[in-house]
């Protein structure tokens, strides 16, 4: 069955350091993969997204997410976390082979220390 | 371009009373795609339409939870009748993307509706 797993519920930075989130998947076919943020009282907004045109993808806010097929893994980075950041991150992961629903990890809170 | 609309924001109702929720996804989107996020977890998919059809209501509880898209566009949730469990942020989505296709377009979020049982 396919799932996602993200490795940690809450990670805790200090404001200038870098922020990594985990995520691994679990499936053998090809994937759609994103990453979403969610601040308190706020909807769903579109961080990154894997398009198969480079493994390395960039999206907003200085976030930078890498796809390694071999690891079935889609972590997502930030070289320097900004109080701004403090959110809860959802990977999220489509199959076109399960009819592409969007299955969702548990999320990460992430909380930046000043 | 518009988002997706979700109505109402908030909602606090009775153990076993029932509750509708609304959802207009942004013009065009075939896909529609409710799902149920409890505090503390990451949203579950409660229904997936294509159109005016359903995709996957797999995780439905049908005993007590119904879903519609008459016309393919706007989506109404209902739960009837509603139980302390159910307490939850319901989220809409929409997408270009097919059942069927592999595309590599997002799904677009609305603003969720929290919904208090007590």
């Known amino acids: 069955a396919q799932s996602v797993t993200q490795l940690d519920s809450h990670v805790s930075v200090s404001e200038g350091t870098p922020v990594l989130l985990r995520c691994n998947y679990s499936?053998?076919?090809?994937?759609?993969l994103f990453w979403y943020v969610q601040h308190p009282n706020k909807g769903l907004q579109l961080l990154l997204k894997?398009?198969?045109?480079?493994?390395l993808v960039k999206g907003i806010n200085g976030f930078e997410a890498e796809f390694k097929k071999s690891e079935t893994s889609f972590h997502l980075t930030k070289p320097s976390a900004h109080m701004s950041d403090a959110a809860e991150y959802f990977c999220?992961?489509?199959?076109?082979?399960?009819?592409?629903?969007?299955?969702f990890g548990a999320g990460t809170i992430l909380r930046v220390k000043s | 371009e518009a988002g997706v609309a979700q109505s109402p924001r908030y909602k606090i109702i009775e153990k076993r009373q029932s509750v509708a929720f609304w959802c207009n996804p942004i013009?065009?989107?075939?896909?529609l795609y409710w799902y149920q996020q409890i505090l503390g977890q990451g949203p579950k998919l409660l229904i997936q339409?294509?159109?005016?059809?359903?995709?996957?209501d797999s995780q439905l509880p049908k005993d007590r939870f119904s879903a519609e898209r008459l016309k393919g566009v706007d989506s109404t949730l209902k739960i009837q009748p509603a139980k302390l469990e159910d307490s939850a942020v319901y989220l809409c989505?929409?997408?270009?993307?097919?059942?069927?296709?592999?595309?590599?377009?997002?799904?677009?979020f609305g603003q969720g509706t929290r919904l208090t049982v007590v």
């Open positions: 989505a929409s997408s270009l993307v097919l059942a069927s296709q592999r595309r590599n377009t997002e799904a677009f």
């Open positions: 499936s053998s076919y090809s994937p759609s």
């Open positions: 894997y398009t198969s045109a480079a493994t």
């Open positions: 999220v992961v489509r199959w076109l082979e399960y009819g592409n629903k969007l299955v």
């Open positions: 013009s065009g989107h075939a896909t």
């Open positions: 339409f294509q159109n005016n059809g359903v995709v996957d």
